[in-house]
Structure formats: C-alpha cells, structure tokens
C-alpha cells in the first residue's frame, strides 16, 4: 500500500509560469515532509522540507504547502524556469532523522 | 568535504554472484541510509544506521542482504547470490539525526545489473 502517493506522472509548463506538483499520503504519524529534484544518472537533490507544526515554507522560487486535515502537501515553483525541468519527489517520515518514504515522481518539463 | 560518495558507479554482475557496494557519508554525519530505486518508482528505504548501529531494516532487505557501518563512518552493503530482481539503482544518503531543515543528502548511486 502506498503511503506517499503522486497522482500526476507529468507536468508541462512554460517558462515564467507557475508549477504546482502535488503529493498525498495516508499515514497520520509521517510529521516531517520533503521534496527532492532528480536529474538522470544523478542522485535526488534535496530542494525544501516541511514539518507538520508549519504549513508552509518557502526559499527563493520553491514554496511547500502543507494541508495536514486533507494530508495533503504541494510544491510551487515561480517563475518556472527550464533548468527546473527533472524528475520530482515527494517523500515523508515519522520523524526527522528516520527512514524516508518516497512518492513515484512527478516529471516536469519547462519549455522556453 | 565533496558530499557522499558511492563506489562503484556502475556493477555488472553474473547471476547467482555476490556484490558489494560502498558509501562514503559527509563527515559530520551520524546517519547513514540505503535505499534502492528501480524504473519508474521512487527510492525504497532498506536500513538506516545512527554510527554503528543499525536502528531499522525494511522487510525489502532480505537475508540476502546485509549492511554494515564497522565505525560509524563508511558503509558497505553486500548482496549475496543475486537474482535478476535485483537489478537497480542503490543510493546511498547521509544526515544528522533530527536534521530538519537540511535534508538527507543523496550520493550518485550505484548501478546493479544482473545478468
């Protein structure tokens, strides 16, 4: 059963726009939350993270909103820019420090 | 410090063939993570290590497989007998325990291929 679920496997946006890359999960206790950037051949990148007495963080271009009634949590990206153009994941724990459960990802690709 | 390391970046291996991969953390890092990524799926979490010790092993990390962190710095996991199915990415991360607003960091990861 998948704990930590991305709905969207894509999303296509155009330079300047807004990008907007959501993520579910289902387990109550996950209380730290994080979104990671993924190049091919390369490891995941850590981009920004949330814990669940906040809901919402942001640094720079990047903005995580957390719902914690809906479980649900979202990452904005503005302006869009086409080096942003990866692979994106959600992930979740129990704790900060603990082991990570990732979504599938979520492929973004900007166009100029 | 240039961040983790992974070696080797790329493995082939003959089925049935044990293999072992290694992980060098950042310095300053007291945790220690292996995960496994196939196509199309996220990172799947196999065990974490605090130094030493190691605090929890997924139910993916069969008795085939084993980790080890000897001194709380490097670590090396060993897949034994391999099988098809265990051909992936493992990645390897580091962090500090309770680390929130860092993240954990990622090496590049090593290639398995069984054939």
């Known amino acids: 059963d998948q704990q930590v679920k991305q709905n969207s496997p894509s999303l296509s946006v155009q330079e300047g726009r807004i990008s907007i890359l959501n993520c579910d999960y289902t387990?109550?206790?996950?209380?730290?939350f994080l979104w990671y950037k993924k190049y091919p051949a390369e490891g995941p990148t850590f981009l920004i993270s949330?814990?669940?007495?906040?809901d919402k963080n942001e640094d720079g271009r990047f903005t995580v909103f957390l719902n914690k009634s809906a479980k649900h949590l979202s990452l904005h990206i503005v302006p869009s820019q086409p080096g942003d153009s990866a692979v994106y994941f959600c992930?979740?724990?129990?704790?900060?420090?603990?082991?990570?459960?990732f979504g599938k990802g979520t492929t973004l690709s900007v166009s100029s | 410090d240039t961040g983790v390391s992974q070696d080797p970046r790329h493995k082939i291996t003959k089925r049935g063939q044990n293999v072992t991969f290694r992980c060098d953390p950042i310095?300053?890092?007291?945790?220690l993570y292996w995960y496994r990524q196939t196509l199309g799926q996220g990172p799947e979490f196999l065990t974490y290590?605090?130094?030493?010790?190691?605090?929890?092993k997924s139910r993916l990390l069969s008795d085939r497989f084993s980790a080890e962190r000897p001194k709380g710095s490097f670590s090396t996991l060993e897949i034994q007998r391999t099988e098809q199915g265990d051909s992936a990415m493992y990645l390897c991360?580091?962090?500090?325990?309770?680390?929130?607003?860092?993240?954990?960091?990622f090496g590049s990861g090593t290639r398995l291929t069984v054939v």
């Open positions: 949330i814990s669940s007495i906040k």
């Open positions: 310095s300053e890092h007291n945790r």
């Open positions: 290590f605090q130094n030493e010790a190691q605090l929890e």
């Open positions: 387990n109550s206790m996950f209380d730290y």
């Open positions: 992930a979740a724990s129990a704790q900060a420090g603990t082991a990570l459960i």
């Open positions: 991360a580091s962090s500090l325990a309770l680390a929130t607003s860092s993240g954990y960091t």
